[in-house]
């Protein structure tokens, strides 16, 4: 049996270790030849070390190798140390050449050469803090919810109806019955809303988006919320500007390198769709990048035209051709849908025209009691792209799914 690594030292360990001999861990990165000496940069998950080597030095980029040496400080070193009179042991080298050089300071190759060979891009420094921005989201969404009282649940995926359009869901075979992937959590966080009055999940949703865009994916991860006993939508709004500003906060803590980060106003402003000048049911792209250059990186529109809402939704009262509706622009584009829902089974009943038989299943919940409720879901992978400045949503969608790609 191969030797466990005991007592591996992290890279971001080391400088406590001066003057001792530790063992650590990880892939080659890059090595320095400068006539007597190399220098050898090794990665782990904590950063990188420098490890001095004499030449020659034969093993290549991307080997795995556990290495044993002495700690040494070294001014011009990262870190200020510097691993000496190393010993190396192989545990995996490269079947061939990486095709990307993880050892520059950026990867230079174009979109799709990266999403090609994603396996190995996501080990550059740059692109995995990217991920490291996603976890922290997510870990701010949760710390937020958890600490307002909301708990977390886990929907069925795979469901018997579309949500929110029937145009974009993806079909299945179950069991010879036809069946869908969730286009989002929408039915059953309502539905636990009378079981919790609060909750929130995270998770992969899925739409056959018949367009390659910047802004869409095939399968993203929509962060849901939502809540029992408002009066209105601006109360589900209140959450989402907690949410944002939990996840902005953890992102700082946790992975402030990757990201560009903004305030969070204590009110984030707010218009109604009626004054934004547009004349039409829904906000087009150049819409929303108008209304942030008008209004600031953050915007919520509110009162989107009831012909491009859901059936749940909230009509505006006294004006029913809007809802208590909004979306959350975030530096030019819509990052957050939400609203205030109906709640009375008399309401789902007219707004699905009597064509209740689908929809049984969700409406075993308003028959039997639903408070006022509203929620919203955030694209996680659009949220990270804006902290990022990406172009492209797939550059902060680990492994993207769109209409050309499957793998990797
Ligand atoms: P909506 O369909 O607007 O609302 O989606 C909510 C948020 O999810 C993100 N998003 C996407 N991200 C990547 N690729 C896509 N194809 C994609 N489609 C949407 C956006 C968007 O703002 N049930 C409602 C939410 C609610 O009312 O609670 C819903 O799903 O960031």
Redesign the pocket.
């Known amino acids: 049996m191969e030797e466990v690594i005991r007592m591996r030292v992290l890279s971001s360990e080391l400088s406590a270790h001066a003057g001792e001999r530790v063992t650590m861990a990880g892939w080659l990165h890059a090595k320095r030849e400068l006539g007597s000496v190399t220098f050898v940069v090794l990665r782990d998950r904590a950063g990188m070390a420098q490890v001095v080597v004499e030449p020659p030095f034969e093993l290549s980029a991307e080997t795995v190798v556990e290495v044993e040496g002495v700690v040494v400080a070294a001014e011009q070193a990262p870190g200020g140390v510097e691993l000496h009179e190393p010993s190396f042991r192989v545990l995996a080298e490269p079947a061939e050449p990486p095709p990307l050089e993880l050892r520059r300071p950026e990867l230079k190759e174009s979109l799709p050469v990266l999403l090609d060979h994603a396996p190995l891009a996501w080990r550059h420094p740059r692109e995995r803090a990217k991920l490291e921005v996603l976890a922290a989201s997510v870990a701010g969404f949760r710390r937020t919810l958890d600490g307002l009282g909301f708990t977390e649940i886990c929907t069925p995926k795979i469901v018997a109806s579309a949500?929110?359009s029937g145009a974009n869901v993806f079909r299945l075979d179950y069991f010879g019955r036809p069946a869908f992937l969730a286009?989002?959590p929408?039915f059953y966080k309502q539905t636990m809303v009378g079981v919790f009055e609060r909750v929130y999940e995270t998770g992969k949703v899925w739409?056959a988006?018949p367009h390659e865009t910047g802004?869409?994916?095939a399968e993203?991860t929509?962060l849901?919320a939502e809540l029992g006993f408002i009066g209105d939508h601006f109360d589900v709004m209140a959450v989402v500007r907690d949410a944002v500003a939990g996840m902005v906060e953890s992102v700082r803590e946790r992975a402030p390198q990757a990201a560009d980060l903004p305030e969070v106003p204590p009110e984030i402003p707010w218009l109604h769709f009626s004054e934004t000048g547009v004349d039409d049911v829904d906000l087009a792209p150049a819409d929303e990048r108008r209304l942030c250059e008008q209004h600031g990186e953050w915007v919520f529109v509110t009162g989107f035209p009831a012909a491009k809402r859901p059936f749940y939704t909230h009509p505006e009262p006294g004006r029913p051709e809007y809802t208590n509706s909004f979306?959350l622009l975030f530096r030019g584009i819509?990052?957050?849908?939400?609203?205030q829902r109906l709640h009375r089974y008399e309401d789902y009943v007219s707004a699905l025209g009597g064509e209740t038989a689908p929809y049984e299943g969700y409406l075993q919940a308003f028959k039997y009691g639903m408070p006022p409720h509203g929620?919203?879901?955030?694209?996680l992978?659009?949220w990270a792209g804006r902290l990022v400045g990406a172009k492209n949503?797939r550059e902060t969608t680990l492994f993207p799914r769109d209409r050309s790609r499957l793998t990797p």
């Not at 819509?334 to 609203?339: A, K, L, M, Q, R």
């Not at 929620?375 to 694209?379: I, N, P, V």
């Open positions: 949500t929110e286009q989002s929408q739409r988006e802004r869409h994916l993203y929509s849901d979306d819509e990052i957050v849908t939400g609203g929620g919203f879901a955030l694209g992978e659009r949503i």
